[in-house]
């Protein structure tokens, strides 16, 4: 792949290539034929001239990726040697309530990253590799027209006071998708210019090629965090805590408004005084204009019983932590399926310490929501 430098009057510098090159090393395109018919499939098509190109009938389907959970061995590979390319079908914008008001018909979905936790990975099947839609243009429009049609914000909530907020980033991680395509920078400028709404998205990957976008306010990046020795376990193929925390000050300097994402919060013995440890070394290294603007949402684990079977078959050390059944109970999620979360006092404890401890330490940073 040739990697994308943006030219940039201030110097910052993209993905490093070696970091690239250990996440994503495609060699392997599956295509829906549509997306010849599209500048940004072209464009991405000639980005990997040695690719195995393989033609599918919909991105939905491909059941040696999607349907084979003997694949968990390989998930990795597939991850970063397998990309996806198709054409968004159906354009909505779905409302929500608690990171956004809207969530964006998606640019993408699947990620490279292969966080434990991540429901992804059950929506579309085990290996779950990047699946890029290239009719952005058509996304963009849908936006504008979605966008102008609610006007201005009469309310303020918690999500914003000002602006409706479209999270651009459900269904994958942007920083990432960045590496691919233009698709989050052509996200990043139309909401520059939209006059009454914000883009957002969560990240556990740092890809400095990102402050180059000019989002001039209208893109808030929420950086996900937990302790470092935690991320190890759980969050693989991500950028280390430390990198995260130290890129906050430098994407709030290039005009993002910058978040932190506490998610999940996993308890384990010990859990409390390691957050303390993480909220110390934000306080130290934040600048006081990062400070300024700073914010958290708070999100406890959920985990969900068919994940857990699968991840047994390539991390069983994690479920060790994940799956606490004398500590956890059911529920059903909106779309019906089966998920644990911590017991519903216990829980209640686990969110009452950790806002306690967060607000100690951390006073300037309202917490936008915790559950
Ligand atoms: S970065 Fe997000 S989308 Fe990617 S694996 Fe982790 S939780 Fe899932």
């Not at 018909?105 to 991540?118: E, L, R, T």
């Not at 991680?173 to 709404?197: E, G, Q, T, W, Y």
């Not at 893109?219 to 470092?228: A, G, W």
Request: with cysteine; hydrophobic share 35%; charged share 25%.
């Amino acid at each position: 792949m040739t990697l994308k430098l943006s030219e940039s009057s201030q110097g910052y510098q993209a993905l490093q290539p070696d970091t690239l090159h250990r996440l994503l090393n495609i060699k392997e395109i599956y295509y829906e034929p549509a997306v010849n018919d599209y500048t940004r499939g072209q464009e991405i098509l000639s980005e990997y001239p040695d690719a195995k190109l393989i033609e599918v009938a919909s991105h939905w389907k491909i059941p040696e990726l999607h349907g084979n959970s003997e694949l968990v061995e390989d998930w990795n590979r597939i991850k970063r040697t397998v990309l996806v390319l198709g054409v968004k079908k159906s354009l909505q914008c779905r409302p929500n309530c608690r990171s956004s008001d809207f969530v964006a018909p998606s640019h993408a979905n699947g990620c490279a990253i292969a966080c434990v936790y991540c429901y992804n990975a059950r929506r579309k099947g085990y290996a779950n590799p990047i699946t890029t839609f290239v009719n952005i243009e058509q996304i963009i429009r849908y936006l504008e027209r979605h966008a102008t049609k609610q006007g201005v914000k009469q309310e303020p909530n918690q999500v914003d006071p000002t602006y409706w907020v479209y999270e651009i980033g459900e269904n994958s991680d942007c920083s990432v998708d960045a590496a691919i395509c233009d698709n989050v920078k052509d996200l990043v400028a139309l909401f520059r210019h939209l006059p009454h709404a914000k883009a957002t998205f969560a990240t556990k990957r740092v890809n400095r090629d990102l402050l180059n976008y000019d989002p001039q306010g209208k893109t808030r990046i929420r950086f996900s965090l937990m302790p470092q020795s935690m991320a190890q376990v759980v969050d693989i193929r991500t950028s280390s805590i430390a990198d995260r925390i130290a890129a906050v000050n430098d994407f709030v300097e290039a005009g993002y408004e910058v978040h932190l994402n506490f998610a999940p919060v996993i308890h384990y013995e010990g859990w409390l005084a390691d957050y303390e440890q993480l909220f110390r070394q934000v306080d130290d290294t934040l600048s006081p204009q990062a400070k300024q603007q700073l914010q958290a949402e708070v999100i406890f684990l959920t985990h969900n019983e068919e994940l857990h079977e699968v991840n047994l078959g390539w991390h069983p050390q994690a479920e060790e932590i994940l799956w606490r059944p004398e500590l956890q109970e059911q529920k059903y999620s909106q779309t019906g399926g089966k998920n644990v979360r911590y017991k519903r006092g216990f829980k209640g404890q686990l969110v009452e310490q950790f806002c306690r401890q967060l607000r100690q330490q951390l006073p300037y940073c309202n917490i936008r929501y915790a559950f």
